[in-house]
Nanobody, 126 residues
Framework: QVQLVESGGGLVQSGGSLILSCTAS????????MAWFRQAPGKEREFAAG????????QVADSVKGRFTISRDNSKSTVYLHMLTLRHEDTAVYYC???????????????????WGQGTQVTVSP
């Protein structure tokens, strides 16, 4: 069993930055692909970024490429989403997710992920 708790969301002006954190409980964290998804109002949840178990492999959605990076610290059971140059369209609830069936293959389909956090709201003012 893995429990995920996100933090770091909030209100920020356009052009600003935020770092989201997701801390996991359970042994599977260090062997799992971790990812961030987001869901904007009225839209479906979408993949934002993912990272392999070691941190060596990352994947970032085209919509945030060059602005968002993902990293992890297995000693702290924490995965981070570093968000720069935020735009109003980045406003969404951001969810952390764990794919316990994959160590290196970062998948972008939410159906592949087994555990989810409760989400943290990020609001970017125009």
């Amino acid at each position: 069993q893995v429990q995920l708790v996100e933090s770091g969301g909030g209100l920020v002006q356009s052009g600003g930055s935020l770092i989201l954190s997701c801390t996991a409980s359970g042994r599977m964290f260090s062997n799992s692909v971790m990812a961030w998804f987001r869901q904007a109002p009225g839209k479906e949840r979408e993949f934002a970024a993912g990272v392999s178990w070691s941190g060596a492999i990352t994947q970032v959605a085209d919509s945030v490429k060059g602005r968002f990076t993902i990293s992890r610290d297995n000693s702290k059971s924490t995965v981070y989403l570093h968000m720069l140059t935020l735009r109003h369209e980045d406003t969404a609830v951001y969810y952390c997710a764990a794919d316990v069936n994959s160590r290196n293959y970062v998948r972008s389909s939410q159906s592949e992920y087994d555990y989810w956090g409760q989400g943290t709201q990020v609001t970017v003012s125009p």
